[in-house]
């Protein structure tokens, strides 16, 4: 008898691969400036399988090889496969980096970001505004994968289009097969919409039934039954999750529960998750020294403490905490003050970080007149990577 969870018959799906890189469960992690770093992959990772993808790295930086890029592109030897984000607006710029991270045996999957929505970004003509200018678009996808030379697969994160004026995700998806892409990830917003509302899933189902690629969604996968409503509600192969991992990268064992077909699911108790939060904060340490880890750590404190009772004393000092010993102090004296909560199931659904409103995308001046245009916009290849 086939397995079923919810109205998903998990037995049924296709193992999702990109290449030859298997992505079972077909869960990944989007990347997300200054919080995908190696320490807090590392810390997903032991919770399920999957893929989980660095920080993004801008094309430029890589070759001109800046300190912090290269740092950034630094695996923990755990991190198996390898999966690098690059940010391109140039075709020749893309094929040497990524003839970079090839030939120096630096990744083993790069996904092409052609969906952020910052506005520093869109103002120049890169992100979520490059695939208005198809003919570009189509230039540096397929810069990028002849680059690769088929060596390491190459995939593509979009989202629908600038506004709902201006969508282009039908016709990016199609040229981006077309160059030979092994799959596409569709974020069910536009730049517009930044991270409010609702994304919107039956883009997901249009862009689906459009391709013969691998169709991964993205947005508002709050739970691993998130997920599987995707799935079925879409036929996407896969999802990206973002913000509904922030403080929670158990949901990586709920996901593979979920596409498993099991309805276990990890509600840690707050001692379980002090634990966590030492170990995340310990590998930051690890990879950039005391105090500057635990200063980085500082911003996860508010997530992985969402829903517990802790007191807003406790959580302002936590969130000026300069080493280890001053998170060890602080959680110890939470856990004494406080005891041992179980898991406050009142948050779960909820969303989770950023929820940026609709608002007018900032774009070059004439952008939106010539789609043909082949031209690179003007200082758009940013220098500095991470977002």
Known sequence: ???????????????????????????????????????????????????????????????????????????????????????????????????????????????????CPVPKVTRKGGGAA?????????????????????????????????????????????????????????????????????????????????????????GDIWEADDALAMVEQTGCAGVVVGRGCLGRPWLFADLANAFAGSSERVRPSLSEVADTMREHASYMVEDLGEPRGTRDFRKHVSWYLKGFRAGSEVRQKLGLIGSLRDLDDL??????????????????????????GTRKVTLPEGWLADRDSCAVPFGAEIDVSGG
């Open 331 to 356: 959680l110890d004296g939470l856990l004494q003050a406080h005891g041992d909560q179980p898991y406050p199931l009142s948050i779960l659904g909820l969303a989770r970080g950023r929820s940026t």
């Open 1 to 115: 008898m086939a397995r079923r969870f919810g109205h998903v018959d998990v037995d049924a799906m296709k193992t999702l691969s990109f290449g030859a890189i298997p992505v079972d469960p077909p869960v990944v992690l989007a990347p997300m400036a200054g919080i995908t770093t190696s320490a807090y992959r590392r810390v997903c990772r032991q919770y399920g399988a999957g893929l989980y993808v660095s920080e993004m790295i801008t094309t430029r930086a890589l070759v001109e090889r800046t300190p912090l890029t290269m740092d950034m592109l630094r695996f923990h030897p755990s991190e198996t496969p390898r999966s690098v984000q690059l940010y391109a607006t140039d075709p020749a710029i893309v094929a040497t980096a990524v003839r970079i991270l090839v030939e120096e045996d630096r990744a083993d999957h790069i996904d092409l970001n052609m969906g």
């Open 130 to 218: 490059l695939p208005w200018r198809r003919n570009l678009f189509r230039a540096i996808v397929g810069a990028a994968v002849h680059a690769a030379d088929g060596r390491v697969p190459v995939t593509v994160k979009m989202r629908m289009g600038i506004d709902h004026e201006h969508l282009t995700f039908l016709e990016a998806g199609r040229t981006a097969q077309e160059e030979g892409v092994q799959a596409v990830a569709l974020h069910g917003r536009t730049a517009a919409q930044m991270y409010g509302g609702t994304a919107d899933w039956n883009a997901i189902t249009m862009l689906v039934n459009e391709l013969d690629v691998p169709v991964l969604g993205n």
